[in-house]
């Protein structure tokens, strides 16, 4: 509609009063809020002593994450990447494999990828998730694949493509069903990187169920927060097994006697993280809630405006709005660093999509398909204020 020529010449300062008339005053882009037991929580954990890698926090939390994700195992790490890294690890990833990863992501995805000795092979998104794109994702790898010996081989550098990693970009989930069903057909584990997807659920089943494994991140910034935390997910008992151990330091259990068998990484979280992560969850439904009606009432705010439109989640899908999200018509692509400074200028704390990971140095040569669409995404969206409470429910 935007196009018509009906509708007026855009002007960035709407997009400012329409953000003003939803959140009112200056915002950040994401804060944590602890209104909960955080404090009762880690106060516990500093007088009994408790606070390292051992402890009840760091079990209870990740028996209330297998409940309220439904994902049958869970185990806590120091952050995301070393979730990301693990399931990775744990999935088969090593030195000169290619694994596909989306373009548009955060650098920790391709980060996790390059720790494993493993080139990322960039994939292109699809608008209406801004996650990978299922169908272009076959063609790619049906054009540029070739079995050989059990193995999906990358005809044009002769590497392995060893997994596909997925990302909910912004909470928003992919079209799991169909990036599964490519991922079988093409021999290639699934990994989730759901790190900013933590009460999402797609088709009514939480994100992190439908990959091999699943990394979600608990930084200060996503949804709910233990300071740094992650959990690697899994339906699989043996791989929940060896997920423990390989971020255990690979340990073997004994009494007295400290032995390991393999390569092992420290990478369990701190039970005093823990334990604000327990009060941080027993708040995620209503958390999850304040951010569906943040979401809410930006959609109204900007359902008039011409020129700019409000993202909202894919029919399959109900989504946590982690970080909200504006994109501008083509046609006004061209403002977007205008509105960045006025946004900013005005308080209201807004930032563009990532540089796109196909586009930084150490990943420039590396191999992709035609990323056209996450190029076009990464032009014309912005990210604007998310923090949940903004608004009032009433
Ligand atoms: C936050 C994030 C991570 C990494 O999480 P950390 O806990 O910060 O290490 C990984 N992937 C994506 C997409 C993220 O947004």
Wanted: with cysteine; proline share 5%.
């Amino acid at each position: 509609m935007g196009a018509t020529g009906l509708i007026q010449a855009f002007d960035p300062r709407c997009v400012v009063d329409a953000i003003s008339r939803v959140v009112g005053g200056p915002a950040a882009l994401h804060e944590p809020r602890f209104v909960g037991r955080e404090w009762d929580y880690v106060k516990e954990c500093i007088d009994t002593g408790w606070i390292s890698t051992a402890g009840k926090f760091v079990e209870r939390f990740e028996d209330m994450l297998v409940e309220q994700t439904g994902v049958g195992h869970a185990i806590a790490v120091v952050n995301g990447t070393a979730a990301l890294h693990s399931c990775l690890m744990l999935v088969g990833v090593g030195q000169d494999d290619e694994v596909v990863i989306p373009a548009l992501t955060f650098a920790a995805t391709a980060a996790a990828v390059a720790y494993c000795g493993a080139i990322p092979h960039f994939a292109d998104s699809c608008p209406n998730t801004l996650g990978l794109d299922p169908a272009k994702l076959d063609a790619w790898l049906s054009d540029v694949g070739r079995r050989q010996d059990g193995k999906l081989v990358n005809r044009l550098t002769e590497r392995r493509i060893a997994a596909v990693v997925c990302m909910h970009t912004y909470g928003h989930p992919v079209d799991l069903d169909a990036l599964v069903e490519v991922c079988n057909r093409h021999g290639l584990p699934l990994v989730e990187d759901a790190a900013e997807s933590l009460g999402t659920t797609y088709k009514g089943r939480h994100t992190g169920n439908y990959g091999v494994v699943s990394a979600v991140s608990f930084n200060g910034n996503k949804i709910v927060t233990t300071g740094g935390g992650g959990v690697i997910l899994t339906n699989d008992p043996d791989l929940a097994r060896r997920a423990k151990h390989l971020t255990t330091t690979a340990k073997l259990p004994h009494r007295w006697e400290f032995s390991h068998d393999m390569v092992g990484y420290n990478y369990r979280m701190p039970n005093i993280n823990a334990a604000l992560g327990c009060a941080q969850l027993e708040r995620l439904p209503e958390i999850v809630e304040a951010k569906r009606l943040l979401a809410a009432r930006y959609d109204q705010a900007f359902a008039g405006l011409g020129g700019v439109r409000f993202f909202t989640e894919p029919g399959f899908a109900r989504s946590n709005y982690w970080l909200n999200v504006i994109l501008l018509d083509r046609a006004q692509a061209d403002k977007r660093d205008t509105l960045l400074e006025m946004l900013n200028d005005a308080g209201y704390m807004s930032r563009p999509a990532w540089v796109l990971m196909s586009r930084l140095p150490p990943y420039a040569e590396g191999p992709r398909m035609d990323v056209s669409v996450a190029e076009d995404i990464y032009d014309r969206l912005i990210n604007i204020p998310s923090s949940p409470f903004l608004v009032d429910p009433r």
